[in-house]
């Protein structure tokens, strides 16, 4: 946008064109400013020819203190006036603010705009930003450094790469999520602003974890167990340390070995030592994918 309204002289840019810092890109009529200008300057040279014949005076004793002040003074305003009216010729050519490339064209020459008007988006892609919102459960989990990995529909098949540079000190009331902020290096430029992404973070790798459907784990207050099947089939109480939780499934950090039986349905009804029967394999399917 233009820092002030005037009417679109010329373009200096074509549509969708790499530029750098400095370019400029629109010039708006300037004949206007440069009349404000030339009557601030002439009003400033007549303030200091007046200040100079009051200097003398002043030292002569011909004038009072407050009129030397006043003299002073009116010098003092017109030189600034003369700084602002430069200032505004100035905005009437806008310049890139930086590197980028430039968008649609949203003015013609000849018209008049505001402030207000946009007149063209310019990007950088060299650098692009993804954001994501992390429910709070995991936010302990996440690190300024930590990568991720992401999709686009565009561009099937492919995986791009960052780094997390910003976690939100705030928690979103309504969605329990934190806002998470990372760089994509993108120098080919296959990256745009606004594309949908399908997005990998990385929290935490173990190696050889232990993860059971979450409907195992019976809870009293902070304390959690599992009734586990031994060689007998029958169902012991086991204490166990709960780690991470996912959908469904949580991970067993200590209290159970890998290949070890639990019981995930009909736990309210068992006591220690009662003899269980397991389910066939087909009813056991919908928690297959909790194994260690």
Not at 221 to 242: E, K, M, T
Request: glycine share 6%; net charge neutral.
């Amino acid at each position: 946008k233009a820092e002030e309204d005037g009417i679109v002289q010329e373009i200096h840019f074509d549509e969708g064109e790499e530029v750098q810092k400095g370019r400029l890109l629109v010039q708006l009529d300037k004949s206007k400013f440069a009349a404000v200008l030339d009557e601030a300057e002439a009003n400033l040279k007549l303030s200091e020819a007046n200040y100079e014949r009051a200097k003398q005076l002043f030292k002569d004793k011909l004038i009072s203190q407050q009129e030397f002040d006043q003299t002073v003074s009116t010098r003092a305003a017109n030189q600034a006036s003369v700084d602002l009216k430069r200032r505004l010729l100035g905005d009437a050519a806008v310049y890139a603010p930086f590197a980028g490339i430039v968008g649609a064209r949203q003015i013609s020459p000849g018209q008049v705009i505001t402030r207000n008007t946009p007149l063209t988006w310019l990007v950088d892609l060299k650098i692009v930003k993804v954001e994501v919102h992390v429910p709070e459960r995991y936010l302990r989990q996440i690190k300024v450094g930590q990568p991720l990995e992401f999709a686009v529909a565009a561009f099937p098949g492919e995986k791009f790469r960052g780094e997390t540079y910003f976690i939100s000190p705030q928690i979103d009331e309504n969605t329990r999520t934190a806002l998470v902020k990372a760089r994509i290096s993108n120098t080919d430029k296959k990256l745009r602003g606004g594309m949908f992404a399908s997005l990998d973070l990385t929290l935490q790798i173990r190696d050889d974890a232990i993860v059971i459907p979450e409907p195992a784990i019976m809870s009293s207050g902070d304390n959690f167990s599992v009734f586990v099947v031994d060689n007998q089939n029958n169902a012991q109480l086991r204490p166990i340390q709960v780690g991470l939780r996912l959908a469904g499934k949580a991970e067993v950090v200590k209290g159970l070995s890998a290949g070890e039986t639990v019981v995930v349905e009909g736990t309210q009804k068992l006591r220690p030592g009662a003899a269980v029967k397991l389910a066939p394999p087909e009813a056991a399917a919908p928690y297959s994918n909790a194994k260690s």
